[in-house]
């Protein structure tokens, strides 16, 4: 029965296991010549989707070289493999045509409220001609070819209107990024182009659970910043590697995590986390932005609580600048 999976998929998995073995031992003739048996078993157990299971399982059992193999909720797995390669191929076609492109999410200063810094956000335009966030896209590319092209492109594209703006650009770059040392050197070579704007650059650091050289990382801080970059930490205050990070990478700018900022108003634990964040920052000289202030509220408390910087829907969507 059904309910009886658990323990039933015990005795079926010896027994398909000393089926495959039983029939692999046998050999059979046709015509006089002989032929050894060799098969691939795929199973499911359930009410649902059976064939699909079963199907996408002995693709699944071929590849891992399985003889005898559980395919349960396979074809889910077969349906989220091709949705990845969907978007992957999406990702292709849009670096082909320049179709990864940054849009600018305006940062104000807390005491002047004028726009002193930009974020640079990617952004796909499919073939629809709709602007993809990338959470749509971004995951996805990060094992293939294609994520150091579109770091490249956003690299690339956000150095160009340094010369077109007065205002400093924040980029992202993750630890994977810096690890590859054809982006390593490509932001180089954008820093000696444009040596005349370096100063308005921040590069800010994405947490990355796969980072694995930290050397590396720490060594081009230190050279980046001695061409003028800022360095910022994302997301601090989400983890508890935050205040490492911050020893580690030795920042400018920490940016406090939106989970902290949007519910401030509502929620004394993260105001007083939030007032801690700030007077660690003032003390170790770093200037602090509140990502996800989206009320005239939330904005005043972070004033009086002595953010720095502000940024969110309040003060302006990610939008492309259209300044060609």
């Known amino acids: 029965p059904f309910n009886d999976y658990m323990e039933t998929q015990k ?12 029939v692999n031992r046998r050999i059979f003739f046709i015509d006089e010549t002989e ?4 098969i691939v078993l795929s199973y499911s157990f359930g009410k649902y989707m059976l064939f699909e299971d079963v199907t996408q399982g002995l693709e699944e059992a071929i ?3 399985k003889s005898a193999y559980n395919s349960s909720d ?16 999406m990702v292709k076609i849009a670096l082909d045509n320049y179709n990864i492109i940054p849009y600018f999410q305006p940062i104000i200063n807390n005491k002047t409220q004028k726009i002193e810094k930009y974020e640079s956000l990617v952004r796909l335009i499919d073939v629809n001609n709709r602007v993809l ?19 490249r492109r956003v690299l690339e594209n956000s150095f160009k209107i340094l010369e077109k703006i007065n205002t400093s650009i924040s980029i992202n770059l993750s630890a994977l990024d810096i690890e ?4 390593r050197e490509l932001v180089y070579s954008l820093l000696d182009r444009y040596k005349g704007h370096s100063h308005k650059i921040v590069f800010e650091l994405l947490e990355d659970e796969e980072a694995k050289d930290f050397t590396v990382i720490k060594k081009f801080i230190r050279k980046v910043k001695k061409q003028g970059v800022k360095i910022a930490l994302d997301d601090f205050g989400s983890g508890y590697s935050s205040f490492e990070r911050v020893l580690l990478y030795e920042p400018d700018i920490i940016k406090i995590d939106g989970s902290l900022i949007k519910n401030i108003e509502y929620n004394d634990s993260s105001r007083n986390l939030v007032e801690t964040i700030v007077i660690f920052a003032k003390k170790q000289k770093i200037k602090t932005i509140a990502e996800y202030v989206e009320n005239e509220t939330i904005f005043n408390i972070l004033k009086d609580i002595g953010i720095d910087y502000s940024q969110g829907f309040y003060f302006g969507k990610p939008e492309d600048l259209k300044l060609n």
């Open 133 to 151: 966030s990338p959470g749509e896209f971004l995951n996805v590319t990060k094992k293939s070819e294609f994520y150091s092209q579109i770091t």
């Open 74 to 89: 396979a074809s889910i797995r077969g349906l989220k493999l091709a949705k990845n390669t969907e978007i992957i191929q």
């Open 11 to 22: 005795n079926l998995k010896v027994y398909f296991d000393n089926f495959v073995e039983i």
């Open 35 to 38: 032929y050894d048996l060799n």
């Open 63 to 65: 590849v891992g070289n």
């Open 180 to 183: 590859k040392e054809l982006t």
